[in-house]
């Protein structure tokens, strides 16, 4: 009963998180994702800027919370709610039908999302398609939550087709929702591939199966090369940007994932039982593709440390329930329990966001992270949707939220070639050197009507408009 009260207090402690929903990281890019959705399902264009190109983010979750909020008039804050409800409960569900298929034992799917939640280290981490507590709170409403969801589905079922003798819809069903996934999340769906693999590899099919593979292969397939908001296949030529923003994904390494070894310890023990267990070669498969990145220097593959860090996290969960001795199985039970609390008190900060940092005690709120503020303000001011605003790079990561655009893009955009352009005019706009007409000249080439500013700006084109937090200043641009 321990193990299921600790799920459902951690679980509610989320749904409490829902409702403040707390803003970091890339929450602005999926609002921004939602708003053009909501206003043109059909051709939305650039998600940050004023500009007619495709987007990764135009996954077929996004066109459906977009569709979502273009019918009921919500807010895109609301629908973006909405789908936090969604992927935390296809986590959630998603998480008990894979261990259900790993382990009969009745505490095994709470021991699971526990260690899932909590079995990581000692300093905070932080990064979409990582389940630590405190990443999920700041990324519940993100799509890879929900792709997360669905990829525990996804091998929980696929797992029971390997097993059984699947009929070709079954396998046809499971192509289209590993492309589902790869469209929703492309970097959730690389672990997704090597979950699935290490699933085939341990079941050892038939080769009456692998035809029946090789068809759900070709419908995945077919799906991402239909999907026409974007080239999935133009997402292997990303740019060097991408990589500069994976590098610190290969740093800190034993601080932020240390208490995960009582997880590669209980690999070893399954290991030693069956030399084709599914987790041991899922954590091998996820290893290999961690340890490439770093050695080659495509650190986005770091992206695919969950398929490391996953099956470790359940293995520790499965040896302290499952264990064959008493003995043994409390051994391992205590265990994690030492790791779930060490844990659980890294990422205590996790409940200012529910009660607020004030509420906290003071070595707890030493652990909280204060959320971003956000730009409501410059809307009160009078910016409107499809308004250009010229601003740096971090106003640029909130401002397309609530609809205006950008000069250059908060994020590294892979489909828009003129990115490095807007960037450096961007940057001259800003230069303290830069001349008065060079930056009116900027303005007009971008058809910029407002500037978010740090400072004081004097220019006679310019009137200010309003102030907002931390000094910044909204100033409407002249005709």
Not at 34 to 48: A, D, E, I, K
Not at 195 to 204: E, Y
Not at 365 to 386: C, E, F, H, L, S
Request: proline letters at 6%; a positive charge; hydrophobic letters at 55%.
């Amino acid at each position: 009963m321990l193990p299921e009260a600790a799920a459902a207090l951690v679980v509610a402690l989320l749904l409490l998180v829902v409702v403040r929903l707390p803003w970091a990281g890339d929450l602005g890019m999926h609002a921004a994702t939602v708003q053009r959705l909501r206003h043109s399902p059909l051709h939305p264009g650039n998600p940050l800027v004023d500009a007619d190109t495709p987007s990764p983010y135009y996954s077929p979750w996004m066109l459906l919370l977009g569709c979502l909020a273009k019918l009921t008039g919500l807010s895109v804050f609301v629908v973006l709610r909405v789908a936090a409800l969604a992927g935390l409960a296809l986590l959630v569900t998603g998480v008990r039908s894979h261990v259900r298929t790993l382990s009969g034992h009745r505490a095994a799917p709470a021991a699971a999302l526990l260690s899932l939640l909590l079995l990581w280290g000692t300093t905070l981490f932080s990064w979409s398609g990582f389940l630590g507590l405190n990443s999920l709170a700041l990324t519940v409403s993100y799509p890879s939550v929900l792709a997360l969801g669905l990829t525990f589905h996804f091998w929980a079922r696929l797992t029971r087709a390997v097993r059984g003798a699947a009929g070709w819809g079954v396998w046809l069903a499971l192509g289209v929702l590993w492309a589902l996934i790869l469209l929703c999340h492309q970097f959730t769906g690389v672990v997704a591939c090597l979950g699935a693999l290490a699933t085939v590899l341990a079941a050892r099919p038939a080769r009456g199966a692998l035809l029946r593979i090789g068809a759900g292969l070709a419908a995945g397939l077919l799906v991402l090369w239909l999907w026409p908001y974007y080239d999935f296949v133009a997402l292997f030529s990303a740019g060097a940007d991408l990589e500069a923003v994976h590098r610190p994904l290969y740093e800190h390494l034993a601080e932020r994932f240390w208490l995960v070894l009582l997880g590669v310890a209980a690999l070893g023990s399954r290991w030693r039982r069956d030399r084709w267990d599914p987790l041991v070669l899922f954590f091998a498969l996820g290893v290999l593709v961690f340890a490439a990145g770093g050695l080659t220097g495509h650190y986005s593959w770091g992206r695919a440390l969950p398929a490391a860090l996953v099956p470790a996290q359940l293995a520790a969960a499965l040896e302290a329930t499952a264990a064959g001795r008493r003995a043994v199985r409390a051994g391992w039970a205590w265990a994690l329990c030492a790791a779930l609390a060490v844990g659980a008190w890294t990422q205590a900060g996790t409940l200012g966001y529910v009660v607020g940092r004030d509420a906290l005690p003071g070595v707890v709120a030493d652990k909280y992270r204060t959320p971003w503020t956000g730009y409501q303000w410059i809307m009160r001011a009078g910016v409107r949707y499809g308004d250009v605003v010229m601003a740096r790079t971090f106003p640029a990561r909130q401002i397309p939220a609530y609809g205006p655009y950008t000069v250059a893009p908060g994020y590294p955009d892979v489909f828009l070639r003129d990115a490095a352009r807007r960037a450096e005019a961007v940057e001259r706009y800003f230069a303290a050197g830069t001349g008065a007409q060079e930056r009116r000249g900027i303005l007009r080439e971008y058809g910029v009507r407002w500037v978010v500013a740090g400072r004081p700006a004097a220019a006679p084109w310019l009137r200010k408009a309003a102030a907002g937090p931390g000094g910044q200043i909204l100033y409407r641009v002249l005709p």
